[in-house]
T-cell receptor
Framework: ETAVFQTPNYHVTQVGNEVSFNCKQTLGHDTMYWYKQDSKKLLKIMFSYNNKQLIVNETVPRRFSPQSSDKAHLNLRIKSVEPEDSAVYLC?????????????FGPGTRLLVL | GDSVTQTEGLVTLTEGLPVMLNCTYQTIYSNPFLFWYVQHLNESPRLLLKSFTDNKRTEHQGFHATLHKSSSSFHLQKSSAQLSDSALYYCALSAGGNYKPTFGKGTSLVVHP
């Protein structure tokens, strides 16, 4: 099956803990992204990588750090989570990093910070 | 920077009536790409349709939209709403050298019998 896969589906943690989310795409795409979808359903891009190279790094807190081992994998680590980090984190991929490229989204990881 | 403005919040329709969700955008670039993504409950967003060509109608799955650069608009329309159209709809813009889409706030469409 070709798609974007994310783990875990759901994660509950306490303030101050570290969490890591994984994303893998089997679509053969060159570019991957992390988005945050908050409780109001606002969808904002956080990072994007093209062939393991960081190309977009939005203004996000420094406790967020993406990691890419190859063009099919993009992970997200959050050091010392805070309550406002509670959200759905969506991984996406696209063929390339042009304006015309469609985003293919994974199922998301829902994070709840207590 | 780029921005996208959509019909605010919730749109409620009776099945069979026409759908129109508004989307306007702002960008300094002359050749933007505009997208509509749809997100059904407990699913992730997926592409509904996209366009780059001025004044050309784009259609998919019964929905259509036309990019009008003169008014910076890309409204989503459907002639007859179905119950299965109930979802969250995002309009998105990608332009210039940033290579990252800007999403609107989303419009929730609820279609009832």
């Amino acid at each position: 099956e070709t798609a974007v896969f994310q783990t875990p589906n759901y994660h509950v943690t306490q303030v101050g803990n570290e969490v890591s989310f994984n994303c893998k795409q089997t679509l053969g795409h060159d570019t991957m992204y992390w988005y945050k979808q908050d409780s109001k359903k606002l969808l904002k891009i956080m990072f994007s990588y093209n062939n393991k190279q960081l190309i977009v790094n939005e203004t996000v807190p420094r406790r967020f750090s993406p990691q890419s081992s190859d063009k099919a994998h993009l992970n997200l680590r959050i050091k010392s989570v805070e309550p406002e980090d509670s959200a759905v984190y969506l991984c996406a991929s696209s063929w390339d990093w042009g304006n015309q490229d469609t985003q293919y989204f994974g199922p998301g990881t829902r994070l709840l910070v207590l | 920077g780029d921005s996208v403005t959509q019909t605010e919040g919730l749109v409620t329709l009776t099945e069979g009536l026409p759908v129109m969700l508004n989307c306007t955008y702002q960008t300094i670039y002359s050749n933007p790409f505009l997208f509509w993504y749809v997100q059904h409950l407990n699913e992730s967003p997926r592409l509904l349709l996209k366009s780059f060509t001025d004044n050309k109608r784009t259609e998919h799955q019964g929905f259509h939209a036309t990019l009008h650069k003169s008014s910076s608009s890309f409204h989503l329309q459907k002639s007859s709403a179905q119950l299965s159209d109930s979802a969250l709809y995002y309009c998105a813009l990608s332009a210039g050298g940033n290579y990252k889409p800007t999403f609107g706030k989303g419009t929730s469409l609820v279609v009832h019998p």
